[in-house]
């Protein structure tokens, strides 16, 4: 038999229907996925400062006991918990806002992995920008700061495409509208 698929009365098949109705992403799931970025971010921030600044330091003329590299490291990654809590929840916002790269398939919201790949690389960017102007200020050495923003970047691309991937397989604050004729 050969069957044509016929398009519905209202013009649209059933997939661009769902596309029409693209999910809500409510503002409790950025502040979720911020929250638990940061606390991966930050444990990785910490023990990359504190090597960095204690074994690489020295190199570039900044000697500093261990305690004081790990008071250093501290600083740094303190101040990075807020600091990258307010880059990276605008930085989600706006990725909530720009449609691209996203898709509703079988009732759940996914995402594309070029999508996730952009998003890497602009919050990397803005990332490793914060991370060098603060340890810059906290170290007092350009050298040391650029050699922590730099190794971070290899660190933290691979850490957040995971946690980005992870994020893209919960359903946690994603609202799915119910069609129209579906509702009561």
């Keep these: 038999m050969n069957e044509q698929i016929k ?12 596309a029409a109705r693209p ?7 950025s502040v979720a996925k ?7 971010g930050t444990i990785d921030t910490l023990i990359l400062s504190y090597l960095l600044i204690t074994y690489l330091g020295p190199f570039f003329g900044l000697e500093n006991s261990e305690g004081e ?7 740094i990654a303190i101040t990075e918990v807020a600091t990258k809590m307010v880059f990276y929840f605008l930085h989600e916002r706006f990725w909530v806002w720009l449609k691209w790269g996203t898709s509703v398939v079988a009732g759940r919201r996914r995402e594309t992995y070029r999508r996730t790949t952009t998003k890497t690389a602009t919050w990397r960017t803005i990332a490793s920008l914060d991370t060098m102007v603060l340890a ?7 050298a040391t700061a650029m050699s922590i923003g730099g ?4 660190t933290k691309l691979i850490l957040y495409f995971f946690h980005e ?3 893209s397989n919960l359903s946690f604050g994603i609202v799915h509208t119910a069609p129209a004729a579906e509702k009561t």
């Design 136 to 142: 810059w200020f906290f170290t007092g050495n350009i």
């Design 7 to 18: 398009k519905p009365v209202s013009g649209l098949m059933p997939s661009e229907i769902e």
């Design 151 to 154: 190794l971070e970047v290899f």
């Design 69 to 75: 590299a790990l008071q250093a490291a501290t600083y």
């Design 34 to 40: 911020a929250v638990s970025w940061r606390i991966v």
């Design 23 to 29: 999910p809500k992403i409510q503002t409790k799931r």
């Design 165 to 167: 991937r992870i994020w």
